[in-house]
C-alpha cells in the first residue's frame, strides 16, 4: 500500500509560512493584495474566485475583485488591466483566462505586469523560470508539485524524473524546476515511442497529460513516486479522476498523490503565497 501524498498538509504548511509574512508586512504598514480580473461570469471562474477569496482571506491577504461584461470591448479590458499594473497598493493579479477571443489572450498574459503576476502566466514569468531568475512566478501547479515533493523530503537530487506532459502550464515548467534542483528529467509527450519502457525506469514520475485514468499499472514500477496533476470528472464513476490509474497503480509504487486531495489542493495556497512574495518583493 502507497503512501499517500495529500496536499492538505502542505498547503497548511504554506498557508502558515504566508500568515507570517503577511505579519510582518503588515507591521511594516504594506497590506499585501490580489486583484482578480474577471470577465463574465463563469461558473469554474465564480468556484476559483471564491476559493481564491477564502484561502486569502485565511492568511490576512487582501482580495480585489474587478468583475467586468462578459461583452466588454477590448480598449476597456486593457485600461482596466493598466489600472491595476499600475496601482502601487495591488501586489499581485490574477486573470481568469481563458477570456473571449477578441480580447486576445496571448496579448493579455504578457500584459500583466511580470512583477504581479502571480499566477506565471507570462513569457517573463516563464524566463524566469527556465533562468532560475526571480522574473515574475512559476505557475502555480508546477510550484505545487515541487512543493509536495519538498514537504514530503522526496530529495530530486540525481534523480530520474519522467514528465508526462509538454504544457506551459505545467510539463516544460515543471520539468525546468526540477532540473534547477538536480533532477535528471525525461519529457515524454503524445508522440514518444513506447512511453511504459521510460516512465517504469524513473524514480518520479510527474503525470500533466489530461487524459483521465489513461496511465494504468503498466507505466509504473515498484519504490516509485507518482505526482497527478491532472484532474478530470469521471461521469461513470461520478467523481474527480487524475492522469493515473489509481486503484492499479496505488499498491504497485511507493508514494502517490490522491486525486482529488493532492496537487489541487495546493495550488490556490502557492498563488496567495506568490502574492505575499511579490509584496515582500
Known sequence: MANLLKGKEVAQAINERSKKDVESLKAKGINPTLAILRVGEREDDLSYERGASKRCNE???????????????????????????????VHG????????????????????????DVDGCSDSSLAGVFTNQKLGFAPCTAQAAIEILDYYNIDVTGKNVVV??????????????????????????????????ITKKADIVITATGQMESLDASYFNEGQTVIDVGISWNDAKQKLCGDVLFDEVEPIVDSITPVPGGVGSVTTSVLVNHVVEAAKR
Open 59 to 89: 492568511v490576512g491577504v487582501d482580495v480585489k475583485v474587478v468583475a467586468l461584461p462578459a461583452n466588454i470591448d477590448k480598449e476597456t479590458f486593457y485600461k482596466e488591466l493598466d489600472k491595476l499594473n499600475n496601482d502601487s497598493n
Open 93 to 116: 493579479i490574477l486573470v481568469f483566462r481563458p477570456i473571449p477571443k477578441e480580447l486576445d489572450n496571448e496579448l493579455c498574459r504578457n500584459s500583466i505586469n511580470p512583477k504581479k
Open 164 to 197: 508526462l506532459g509538454r504544457s506551459l502550464v505545467v510539463g516544460k515548467p515543471v520539468a525546468m524546476m526540477l532540473t534547477n534542483k538536480n533532477a535528471t528529467v525525461t519529457i515524454c509527450h503524445t508522440k514518444t515511442v513506447d512511453t511504459p519502457s
